[in-house]
């Protein structure tokens, strides 16, 4: 049976606005770090950004998601040196970075249902994981081995999520090591701060981060899951309510639609379309257009979707039902 409903058509238009996640905002002692330890939240803010950490207050030690450090010290090897930067400062010469300690995510410090996209972010080996794999430790073993021909690995994984979700197929691998070359002088374990783009994660409302290697043992990954992060910037979008007579508006009809649908343009007449649906994932993208088109998703399951016009300026989107 086919439904057909009658609801108010709203265009929603959205003025992006960049922000950053730099941790300078928060306070610190030189050479100091925080991770939860005086129990007096769960987690912290920067940028518009959430880090959750976990602190084991029965047993006194950092179980694990973020802290946020100033530690310069790139020389000591060992579990003691935890909240230190293996380039010794913040991306950029910054003084504030956070560091990451087992699996996790980050997420938006306040969710208002609308879509958030990943720009980049900075990344860089902790003192701790870089040494360990450098030189050897009692838990996990010297990269490369003692020929320095052992194709060893240590990369991260970052994937956004909304609602719970995945937002993309898509995700980041970034690799902290990696020992597979047939030359071993390309061998490597980033040493400074590297920038890198995280736009296939789409939108989101977090990111989940997870952690690979090729040193494995009977209980997981013996390489130690740390990284430091620094500068993590996306678009927010601050959204106004407009009526379809609005210059700004697009338009989509037939609305409901049973298998296409059309689009009429603003006055902003180039641009990217997508098509997202109600969880937040891209299921269509990067259709260019510059005047009133027809987009086939007969392949969509019936359900509320939204298209998303990116111009240089500004960013609309428009609702629409799908109803075969």
């Given at each position: 049976?086919?439904?057909?409903?009658?609801?108010?058509?709203?265009?929603?238009?959205?003025?992006?606005?960049?922000?950053?996640?730099?941790?300078e905002?928060l306070?610190l002692?030189?050479?100091?770090?925080?991770?939860?330890?005086?129990?007096?939240?769960t987690?912290?803010e920067?940028?518009?950004?959430?880090?959750?950490?976990?602190?084991?207050?029965?047993?006194?030690?950092?179980?694990?998601?973020?802290?946020?450090?100033?530690?310069?010290?790139?020389?000591?090897?060992g579990?003691?040196?935890?909240?230190?930067?293996?380039?010794?400062?913040g991306?950029?010469?910054?003084?504030?970075?956070?560091?990451a300690?087992?699996n996790?995510?980050?997420?938006?410090?306040?969710?208002?249902?609308?879509?958030?996209?990943?720009?980049?972010?900075?990344?860089?080996?902790?003192?701790?994981?870089?040494?360990?794999?450098?030189?050897?430790?009692?838990?996990?073993?010297?990269?490369?081995?003692?020929?320095?021909?052992?194709?060893d690995?240590?990369?991260?994984?970052?994937?956004?999520?909304?609602?719970?979700?995945p937002s993309?197929?898509?995700?980041?691998?970034?690799?902290?090591a990696?020992?597979?070359?047939?030359?071993?002088s390309q061998?490597?374990?980033q040493?400074?701060?590297?920038?890198?783009?995280?736009?296939?994660?789409a939108?989101?409302d977090?990111v989940?981060?997870?952690?690979?290697?090729?040193?494995?043992?009977?209980?997981?990954?013996?390489?130690?899951?740390?990284?430091?992060?620094?500068?993590?910037?996306?678009?927010?979008?601050?959204?106004?309510?407009?009526?379809?007579?609005?210059?700004?508006?697009?338009?989509?009809?037939?609305?409901?639609?049973?298998?296409?649908i059309?689009?009429?343009?603003p006055?902003?007449?180039?641009?990217?379309?997508?098509i997202?649906?109600?969880?937040?994932?891209?299921?269509?993208?990067?259709?260019?257009?510059n005047?009133?088109?027809?987009i086939?998703?007969?392949?969509?399951?019936?359900?509320?979707y939204?298209?998303?016009?990116?111009?240089p300026?500004?960013?609309?989107i428009?609702?629409?039902?799908?109803?075969?």
């Amino acid at each position: 049976m086919r439904y057909f409903f009658t609801f108010l058509l709203l265009s929603i238009h959205f003025i992006g606005a960049t922000q950053t996640a730099t941790f300078e905002e928060l306070t610190l002692a030189p050479d100091t770090f925080w991770d939860g330890a005086d129990l007096t939240a769960t987690g912290f803010e920067s940028g518009g950004l959430y880090f959750p950490t976990n602190y084991n207050s029965e047993f006194s030690y950092w179980e694990g998601g973020f802290a946020y450090s100033n530690v310069t010290d790139s020389i000591t090897s060992g579990y003691g040196n935890l909240y230190a930067s293996k380039a010794g400062k913040g991306a950029n010469n910054s003084s504030n970075y956070a560091v990451a300690l087992g699996n996790g995510y980050f997420k938006s410090a306040v969710s208002n249902g609308f879509p958030t996209f990943m720009l980049n972010l900075s990344i860089s080996n902790g003192t701790y994981a870089y040494n360990s794999m450098r030189d050897g430790d009692g838990f996990a073993k010297k990269f490369g081995g003692e020929t320095g021909n052992d194709p060893d690995y240590f990369y991260v994984v970052f994937k956004g999520y909304r609602a719970g979700i995945p937002s993309s197929t898509d995700s980041v691998v970034h690799y902290l090591a990696d020992f597979r070359f047939e030359d071993n002088s390309q061998d490597y374990i980033q040493l400074d701060w590297e920038e890198i783009n995280l736009n296939p994660l789409a939108t989101f409302d977090s990111v989940v981060y997870s952690f690979a290697s090729s040193d494995v043992g009977g209980f997981g990954i013996n390489t130690p899951l740390q990284f430091c992060i620094d500068n993590i910037s996306y678009e927010s979008y601050i959204n106004s309510v407009n009526s379809l007579v609005d210059d700004g508006a697009i338009i989509v009809y037939p609305n409901p639609s049973i298998g296409a649908i059309t689009i009429d343009l603003p006055k902003e007449k180039n641009g990217t379309l997508d098509i997202i649906d109600a969880a937040g994932r891209v299921v269509i993208s990067d259709i260019s257009i510059n005047e009133a088109k027809q987009i086939n998703i007969e392949n969509l399951i019936d359900g509320v979707y939204f298209v998303r016009l990116t111009t240089p300026k500004n960013i609309y989107i428009n609702k629409f039902i799908l109803s075969k």
